[in-house]
């Protein structure tokens, strides 16, 4: 939790509480329904909570965005993302029903305003976002053909609407097909071990 603190200033009372309580919300439901790998649970605050808020470093979200969570499982990046912006609309969705009453349950707990969970396949997903956040769910060329027609076409941010994904090792090959990619290291932000091979690839899309 001090590393959240530690990386993040400014963060109100509420948000510091709702972040406090991730720990003891996930130890409880994944005893019940694995969503985190039991070995990780311990160090949720580094390998999760941190990790998802790298997209975060790479653009704050601005209040009247609305972010697309694919493939969220129990909640990551999107539900960290949404307790540091409360005021962006978040969408997270797995095909995986009892991943999202997890989601659902700690969105209840930390009673989160913005966030809204649906049991749903990507290809399946309507309307339109900001930007599509995803870690660890299937090969760039899978996941832009999911996303590439639910970009919206007003642009808020500073860098251009399209995805963020939190990817690992080398991605040579698998970015060889969008030479627009721009990859951030995430040791750029944190100096643990951990995010020595992390980064955040950044696809800008277009509505076609
Ligand atoms: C390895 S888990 C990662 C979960 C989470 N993003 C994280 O990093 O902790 C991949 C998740 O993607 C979901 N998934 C895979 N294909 C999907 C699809 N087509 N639509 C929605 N969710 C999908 C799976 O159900 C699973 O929960």
């Known amino acids: 939790m001090e590393t959240i603190i530690n990386h993040f200033s400014n963060l109100s009372e509420t ?42 470093k790479v653009q704050p979200f601005k209040p009247q965005a609305s972010i697309l969570d694919v493939g969220t499982g129990g909640g990551f990046p999107g539900i960290p ?6 005021e962006t609309n978040f969408y997270l969705v797995d ?6 009453k997890v989601v659902n349950e700690v969105v209840k707990e930390l009673g989160l305003k913005n966030v809204k969970a649906e049991q749903i396949r990507a290809e399946n997903v ?17 996941f832009v053909k999911w996303v590439r027609k639910k970009i919206a076409k007003k642009q808020l941010h500073e860098i251009k609407n399209g995805i963020l994904y939190l990817k690992g090792g080398d991605l040579t090959d698998e970015l060889a097909n969008f030479p627009n990619a721009t990859t951030y290291n995430l040791t750029d932000f944190f100096e643990n071990d951990f995010f020595e091979t992390k980064k955040v690839v950044h696809i800008p899309l277009k509505k076609r």
């Open 95 to 100: 095909s995986i029903g009892k991943k999202i």
């Open 15 to 56: 948000q510091i509480a709702q972040f406090s309580k991730l720990e003891d919300l996930y130890k409880y439901w994944n005893a019940q329904i694995n969503v985190i790998s039991r070995k990780d649970i311990n160090e949720l605050y580094t390998k999760h909570v941190l990790h998802s808020l790298a997209i975060a």
């Open 126 to 142: 309507k309307g339109e976002f900001d930007f599509i956040i995803s870690r660890a769910v299937t090969k760039m060329d899978d």
């Open 81 to 86: 993302l949404a307790i540091l912006f409360p």
